[in-house]
């Protein structure tokens, strides 16, 4: 069983900057969520892609978007990239898009530095 | 709106000691509560859940009890070893309509031989 898997791990941007951070999900897997963890703070919801649709979505700016393909891997793309947007961001995934299991499975995270 | 609350760390403990880290949520409805653990260099991963009132959560020693009176779920065990070191997270889903998990800050536990 393939678990989830984050590219690039490590990348550093100016502020103006666009970036695109990549997730394959778990196998079996067909909803995938994005979080931001800044330092020293717990992961904050970003928002949730279910059949290559997002229906779920964080206080974040619409600078913030996303895809999933039908592979059900996705992607997050910042735009405008602002200092704060500096933290490791985490792309988990779940079998069902409810809440009724909540059990998430997460990659080890891309580290965006902007500088 | 949903929020979790723990203790912060670090939490610096001997090995075989007891640990409790605290936890307590706000939430509207019934959430499923959980435990994510980050041990160094690895990715967050779920230690234990309840997803109802009087629910215990157990895995690997580690406890953690639905109380809905107190609206809390306190992770306990009864002697850590060296290998708990890690960042713990209390965390909650609503259980709206998708599938948003609302974490708390994180704790700190590092364990001295």
């Known amino acids: 069983e393939t678990g989830v898997t984050q590219s690039p791990t490590h990348l550093i941007k100016t502020r103006g900057q666009q970036v695109t951070l990549r997730c394959s999900s778990q196998?079996?897997?067909?909803?995938v969520s994005w979080y931001q963890q800044a330092l020293g703070q717990g992961p904050q919801f970003i928002f949730q892609?279910?059949?290559?649709?997002?229906?779920g979505r964080g206080n974040f700016p619409p600078r913030f978007s996303g895809l999933q393909f039908p592979n059900y891997s996705s992607e997050l793309n910042v735009n405008a990239l602002e200092l704060d947007d500096s933290a490791l961001y985490l792309c988990?995934?779940?079998?069902?898009?409810?809440?009724?299991?909540?059990?998430?499975?997460f990659g080890e995270g891309s580290r965006l530095t902007v500088l | 709106g949903d929020s979790v609350t723990q203790m912060e760390g670090p939490v610096t403990l001997s090995e075989e000691a007891f640990l409790t880290i605290n936890c307590t949520y706000t939430?509207?409805?019934?959430?499923?509560l959980f435990w994510y653990v980050q041990y160094p260099g690895e990715g967050l991963q779920l230690l234990l859940k309840?997803?109802?009132?009087?629910d215990k959560g157990s895995n690997k020693g580690f406890e953690a009890t639905y109380r809905k009176e107190t609206t809390s779920f306190h992770l306990e065990k009864g002697s850590v070893q060296v290998s708990d070191s890690a960042v713990y997270f209390c965390?909650?889903?609503?259980?709206?309509?998708?599938?948003?998990?609302?974490f708390g800050i994180g704790t700190k536990l590092q364990v001295i031989p």
């Open positions: 988990a995934s779940s079998l069902g898009a409810t809440g009724d299991t909540g059990e998430l499975f």
């Open positions: 196998s079996g897997h067909n909803t």
């Open positions: 892609y279910y059949r290559e649709e997002e229906n």
């Open positions: 939430a509207t409805g019934y959430p499923s």
């Open positions: 309840a997803t109802k009132a009087d």
């Open positions: 965390a909650l889903s609503d259980r709206r309509g998708y599938q948003k998990v609302t």
